[in-house]
């Protein structure tokens, strides 16, 4: 009798550690981080989490320069008075994937905004499968050194891929969505940036 009380206690032991580090766990949730490792996915995920700036708070100006994977050259400053939607990826990214027909949409059906993907992981084989199968009209620049996004960095935190960046007319770091944007989400986000210059 006393063998089993004393396995039934070590059972209550470990199932209150179990539960203690469950709690520790969850101190760490993306609500505070902005972004969770998604365990054997490759990945860092967000949470969708969105984060505006307004223009007297807003760091900047961006100005990303980089080849695509056609090998063009492409310079935001080239875009200059246009808002500017940068979107980090890359081909396998689960919610990389699932937002791009968003992306895709909003690419097709906004007059005055410009388009970019910076995507740190991939040959130009598998960023140009991802850019066919989602019929993706702007370009993306490869930056597998980690160039560009370091300089990224520097003015807005990028936590996960994805992340998107809203930059406004004067390059100036408007939004940030921390992991997969919401179509309607973004939509918004790009409508009152347009709005701000009308």
């Known amino acids: 009798m006393r063998g089993k009380t004393f396995r039934v206690v070590q059972w209550i032991v470990a ?8 709690a520790a766990l969850a101190g760490c949730a993306p609500e505070e981080s902005g972004a969770n490792d998604v ?9 969708g989490s969105v984060q505006t700036y307004d223009v007297g708070d807003r760091k900047g100006p961006v100005a990303i320069e980089g080849t695509d994977f056609e090998g063009k050259d492409v310079d935001t400053a080239d875009w200059a008075g246009s808002v500017v939607v940068v979107n980090t990826w890359y081909a396998s990214c689960a919610p990389c994937r699932a937002e791009a027909p968003d992306l895709v949409d909003l690419a097709g059906s906004k007059d005055g905004v410009q388009f970019l993907g910076i995507n740190t992981e991939d040959d130009a084989g598998a960023a140009q499968a991802f850019q066919r199968t989602f019929e993706v009209p702007y370009p993306s620049v490869e930056d597998r050194s980690g160039v560009v996004i370091a300089g990224l960095t520097n003015i807005v935190p990028l936590q996960a891929v994805p992340t998107t960046v809203i930059l406004d007319q004067e390059g100036n770091v408007a939004a940030r969505v921390i992991g997969q944007a919401e179509g309607s989400t973004l939509e918004a986000l790009i409508d009152d940036v347009l709005a701000e210059a009308a």
Request: aromatic residues 6%.
């Open 15 to 22: 199932v209150g550690i179990v539960i203690g580090l469950v």
């Open 39 to 47: 365990v054997g996915q490759g990945y860092v995920s967000g949470d």
